[in-house]
């Protein structure tokens, strides 16, 4: 008997013990979420060919928070409740055009070593252009301008407008699948 009453009591114990196992578990996994990373899933092809559609991975929170915004990261944006993987292509107060096919920065060619060079060629071979003319447009003092690695098919800053620090969620992401794709892309 005296047997039996600490196998019941051994059960409701192992049972608590569980159930704050499960809470905490539940803790840290909301605390990463919340300051470390956070799950992302690449939609289309706006990014290709350095992210793929159906590629998913984890985003960096905690370095947007220490190193902040620049020029050539990937970025996670947040329009109208849904999240867009982009790059970072003008800063605060800077202002950009394309003209002729060739993205300027308060009147300077910009270099984009990001861009994978025989995609471009081949994508104008066959549309004439691969980032369509625009601007100029001058940004306020927190708003990024970001755009796709493929132009031709990336809706961006080029047709909602400018994104402001707060609508920037993540930095970089590290790919996990497919597999043969694993990886941190950040610039």
């Known amino acids: ?110 270099e984009e070593p990001y861009l994978d060079t025989a995609y471009v060629e081949d994508i104008k071979k066959n549309q004439g252009y691969f980032t369509s003319d625009f601007g100029p447009v001058t940004l306020g003092a927190d708003e990024y301008f970001v755009m796709g690695d493929n132009r031709v098919v990336s809706a961006d800053s080029r047709v909602v407008g400018p994104f402001t620090r707060d609508q920037i969620i993540g930095k970089g992401v590290f790919v996990l699948y497919p597999l043969d794709q694993i990886g941190y892309h950040n610039q």
């Open 1 to 110: 008997m005296e047997e039996n009453k600490q196998e019941k009591r051994g059960f409701k114990w192992e049972l608590l013990d569980f159930v704050k196992i499960l809470i905490v578990c539940f803790i840290a996994a909301m605390g990463i979420k919340t300051f470390i990373a956070q799950p992302v899933f690449v939609e289309g092809s706006s990014m290709y060919p350095t992210l793929a559609d159906g590629e998913f991975g984890f985003t960096n929170l905690l370095g947007l928070s220490l190193e902040g915004v620049n020029r050539g990261d990937i970025v996670i944006v947040s329009e109208e409740n849904e999240y867009w993987v982009k790059r970072v292509i003008a800063l605060p107060n800077e202002t950009i055009e394309c003209r002729d096919g060739v993205v300027y920065i308060d009147g300077e060619a910009l």
